[in-house]
């Protein structure tokens, strides 16, 4: 009965059906990018140097007193570290999805700013970097010579020494990598 209308009726169901696909249309700008869920749960990492320390050292005086502290933060699904042989020590937590990453940054940086007065002095020298971690990349940059007058680890130590700091002093600018670097 309400199908028979519009076969009777095809250029008011033309009509109509163009009508929905306007409306439609012009409603996507109006949509909230923010609704749609998040694939990647939210991450923060922690960063440390402790120069002239090897992985054992950074492992027990730096890595594990920074667990500690940051264990307690409202839901972690996991943690996972590693300390290096050149004094780095690097923590990755992630979250459950419901948690708000600024927030989840915020809660882990007022953990390890509890936690300071336990690290070695050359740690606090150096300072603790704790950012928010994007799964995804926002800009790829590749770097090259054409005539090859630069070998490839002029270029990277040059990327490194010149670019990257650059790069990492931008507003919004969380974090900037080297891929494929050579020393």
Avoid: H, W
Avoid at 39 to 50: K, L, M
Avoid at 143 to 166: E, H, L, M, P
Wanted: charged share 20%; with cysteine.
């Amino acid at each position: 009965m309400f199908a028979e209308f519009f076969i009777k009726r095809p250029i008011f169901a033309t009509v109509c059906s163009l009508v929905l696909v306007i409306a439609g249309v012009v409603s996507i700008p109006s949509l909230p990018i923010a609704q749609y869920p998040e694939i990647a749960p939210p991450r923060v990492s922690v960063t440390s140097n402790y120069t002239g320390a090897n992985a054992a050292v950074v492992e027990s005086a730096v890595t594990t007193v920074l667990e500690k502290q940051i264990n307690g933060a409202e839901n972690i699904k996991y943690i996972s570290s590693s300390s290096g042989n050149d004094g780095t020590s690097s923590i990755n937590i992630t979250f459950n999805l419901e948690r708000n990453i600024d927030l989840a940054a915020v809660d882990v940086q007022t953990r390890v700013a509890a936690v300071q007065g336990q690290l070695p002095e050359e740690v606090k020298r150096t300072g603790i970097a704790v950012n928010k971690v994007s799964s995804q990349f926002v800009l790829a940059i590749g770097i090259g010579c054409r005539d090859n007058r630069y070998d490839s680890q002029f270029i990277s130590n040059y990327t490194d020494v010149y670019i990257k700091d650059a790069l990492k002093r931008v507003k919004g600018v969380g974090d900037a990598q080297i891929f494929g670097e050579r020393k």
